[in-house]
């Protein structure tokens, strides 16, 4: 499912690069009929600037929806996998009945998160990155490497919690949904707050707001506050999830 | 080897069990029986350590289930009545994956899986629920581990693998490995345990030996009459009225079998067998609905051990 979800984001990703060089060319027109939209709308979504501009270009088409709603689907598949999947199914007490203590079964499951996630996250940067190299955009392989250690840390963010729900509910349905619901959440508070300035605060509930690509990629700006504040949350979301996975019970 | 002490373990408001205490020695075949929703698997799973006991305490050991449950593991093998595997694999890879879970080699499945004639190149999810089943009978017998843990093995197995699988639990037993099975198939656990704890509504209300509970104390007497017997006819205080249905009276006589002959012989009889029973008359009498009195009808068996429909698996 991992590796579908890979293809699809290069395969979307690629699509997208190849078309810069017509966002280059038609960068006034674009810009022209994009002010049509309320300017806090556009930047929700990335468009804080011509799309012809390569770090708007990106988070435009993978860094605003792309990567958080394959990174929210790769989180729910691996996350809840070992838990709420295999109780369901049954497995997870025959692997639990063998010397593999409950540490190691999940501390083992989330290290495949962490590695997966990487490869995810590397595969839809790069592959965008290199698509859109061949058709001429000017990226810098350096702070896109930024990019996808930042994009990486997202999704770590996400798996981390949704590990926590996948343990507290015992059920991929009830943390598919809620992950989900939150997701909305974090577009609509980034939208709202970026549309009426009086709820602007509302924007540092949204991890979108922390997952802002313009900056690395047109001015090889170092995202550590976001990138460790991600690496934070993952941490927190894997750990409680390990320490109340040891102390629950376990029946489908 | 396992003991139980006043182990109790709670779904919030809802019933698991309670109160169990009992004690499988080394070498012993021990049989759990009861119907669905008697809580069975609830002190498996609780023996297992997959569930943390609301009361009391289990050991295996001298383990804590809980606590030292990956220690426990080490020396147990387990088989479910379901057990789930990984549809994707092939059930060798499966079996391999489990047997390194397990720490034995990983082809120790292979002389198994041929004498059970389990095709290993299949995927387990286009398996049947009778051969995904043999993956479990597999698992659980490819280690040599001094204890086996099975809740409802049997399930799904057709009756040629369910008697392969009782060959199996005999070589198991000659070996020395203790064996705790639990069970509503009477047949298999009549073969193969040495003792019985009969389970109702999560409480063990009897433990014993096969041959004790099927012992000379006991005789089931079936009955064809020539017209339905006036009421209260076997009210006698040995008699328990295991099922009357019109002319046909199956009885349960302890003792002096002198007096309910002395009330048959006004009736006319046109049949009547006289055996020593066999542990489905005596799960009959255990699981008759409380309250029911001996004159009647037999309780049926899932309704008298969950008749609130609070029972858990």
Same mark, same amino acid.
């Given at each position: ?9 290069? &395969? ?71 838990? &709420? ?56 392989? &350096? ?56 709820? &602007? ?52 | ?288 609905e409380p309250g029911t009195p001996d004159t009647g009808r037999t309780a049926p068996l899932a309704g008298a051990a969950a008749p609130t429909g609070e029972g858990v698996r």
């Amino acid at each position: 499912m991992v590796i579908w979800i890979a293809c699809i984001a290069v &395969a979307y990703g690629a699509t997208i690069a190849i078309f810069w060089p017509i966002m280059r060319d038609n960068s006034a027109l674009l810009t022209q009929y994009m002010a049509v939209f309320p300017k806090g709308f556009l930047a929700a979504f990335g468009m804080e600037g011509s799309l012809a501009d390569p770090g708007v270009f990106f988070a435009t088409y993978v860094g605003s929806w792309l990567w958080p709603v394959l990174s929210a689907v790769a989180a729910v598949v691996l996350a809840t996998r070992p838990v &709420a999947v295999d109780l369901e199914r049954g497995f997870l007490e025959l692997a639990l009945s063998t010397p593999f203590s409950r540490l190691r079964y999940l501390l083992t499951a989330v290290g495949v998160q962490a590695v997966a996630m990487a490869a995810l996250a590397f595969v839809t940067v790069f592959g965008f990155t290199a698509a859109a190299t061949v058709a001429g955009a000017p990226y810098d392989m &350096a702070r896109m490497l930024l990019v996808a250690v930042l994009a990486w840390a997202f999704g770590c963010a996400i798996a981390g919690v949704t590990s926590l729900l996948s343990v507290i509910t015992l059920s991929r349905g009830v943390t598919a949904g809620i992950v989900t619901a939150v997701l909305l959440a974090m577009y609509l508070a980034d939208i709202v707050s970026k549309m009426q300035p009086d709820l &602007a605060g509302l924007d540092y509930l949204s991890a979108m707001h922390y997952f802002r690509a313009i900056p690395i990629v047109d001015e090889g700006t170092v995202p550590l506050a976001e990138t460790s504040l991600f690496a934070v949350v993952a941490a927190a979301g894997w750990g409680l999830a390990v320490l109340l996975f040891r102390r629950r019970d376990l029946a489908a | 080897m396992i003991e139980t002490t006043d182990l109790t373990k709670a779904y919030g408001a809802r019933r698991g069990i309670v109160d169990v205490s009992c004690r499988v020695a080394d070498g012993e075949v021990f049989g759990f029986l009861g119907p669905n929703g008697s809580g069975k698997t609830t002190t498996i799973r609780t023996l297992l350590g997959l569930l943390r006991p609301t009361a009391g305490r289990a050991t295996i050991f001298g383990l804590d289930c809980w606590r030292d449950a990956p220690a426990v593991h080490r020396r147990l093998a387990y088989l479910g009545s379901e057990p789930g595997f990984l549809g994707e694999l092939t059930s060798g890879a499966q079996l391999t994956y489990l047997a390194r879970l397990r720490r034995l080699e990983g082809d120790a499945w292979r002389r198994l899986a041929e004498r059970l004639e389990l095709d290993p190149r299949t995927q387990v999810r286009r398996l049947s629920r009778g051969n995904r089943q043999k993956i479990g009978v597999v698992a659980a017998f490819m280690g040599h581990e001094p204890l086996l843990v099975m809740d409802e093995p049997t399930t799904g197995l057709d009756p040629l693998m369910q008697r392969e699988f009782l060959a199996l639990i005999a070589e198991a037993r000659s070996e020395g490995r203790t064996i705790f099975l639990s069970s509503h198939n009477l047949t298999e656990v009549e073969r193969t345990c040495d003792r019985v704890g009969i389970l109702r509504e999560g409480r063990l209300v009897e433990v014993s030996t096969v041959a004790a509970l099927l012992g000379e104390h006991w005789r089931s007497i079936n009955l064809v009459l020539e017209s339905p017997a006036p009421p209260r006819t076997f009210e006698l205080p040995n008699v328990e009225v295991v099922a009357l249905t019109g002319r046909e009276a199956h009885l349960m006589v302890r003792g002096d079998i002198n007096p309910l002959l002395q009330r048959i012989a006004g009736l006319t009889v046109r049949d009547i067998a006289i055996a020593t029973p066999d542990v489905e008359d005596l799960f009959l009498r255990y699981y008759r609905e409380p309250g029911t009195p001996d004159t009647g009808r037999t309780a049926p068996l899932a309704g008298a051990a969950a008749p609130t429909g609070e029972g858990v698996r």
